[in-house]
């Protein structure tokens, strides 16, 4: 299991993968494709290269380098919120999961970009913006093997 999908020390970069440059601050971006769709394959190995980020955004918004990460968005489940090919920043500290926000998750050995819903009863709902896809419902997520990587804080989408 790579970096990004494992509680390994490597899964929390460290501040030298982190490094600053006067006023930005480098996000590792793993090779991993979280899907829109109906579920990504996790590799198991994971390069990284880096995205840099302005330090007064972070710090804006609360976001600690040392949690963050970049992937790509696969699929087209999410559109028009992310679109194929889309950058996602992902706060791997955010885990907790809220109501209405979008996550990346990991389910039945797939990674999915997806909005939360709660439904009474200890029931998740994986919601697709694209209303060709039907939400995956998910009973009792932490008995079912749901991990949660982290919230998705902001996207990069090119025009």
């Known amino acids: 299991m790579n970096a990004l999908l494992t509680d390994s020390p490597a899964a929390q970069q460290s501040d030298d993968v982190n490094c600053t440059a006067g006023q930005f601050i480098k996000v590792p971006r793993f090779e991993v494709e979280a ?14 290269q880096a995205y840099a980020f302005n ?12 949690t963050l990460s ?5 699929g087209d489940s999410m559109e028009p919120d992310l679109n194929d090919g889309d950058l996602v920043l992902i706060d791997l500290a955010n885990t907790d999961l809220a109501d209405g926000k979008i996550y ?5 050995g797939n990674l999915f970009v997806k909005r939360v819903q709660y439904i009474p009863g ?6 697709s913006r694209n209303a060709q896809y039907a939400p995956i419902e998910i ?6 093997g749901v991990r949660v990587v982290g919230r998705v804080v902001a996207s990069m989408h090119e025009w």
């Open 35 to 48: 899907s829109a769709g109906n579920g990504s394959e996790v590799p198991s190995e994971a390069g990284t």
């Open 55 to 66: 330090r007064k955004w972070l710090d804006k918004r609360g976001l600690k380098p040392n």
């Open 70 to 74: 970049v992937i790509s968005v696969r």
């Open 104 to 108: 990346a998750v990991q389910y039945s």
């Open 122 to 127: 200890d029931t998740v709902r994986l919601v």
């Open 139 to 144: 009973k009792t997520p932490e008995a079912d």
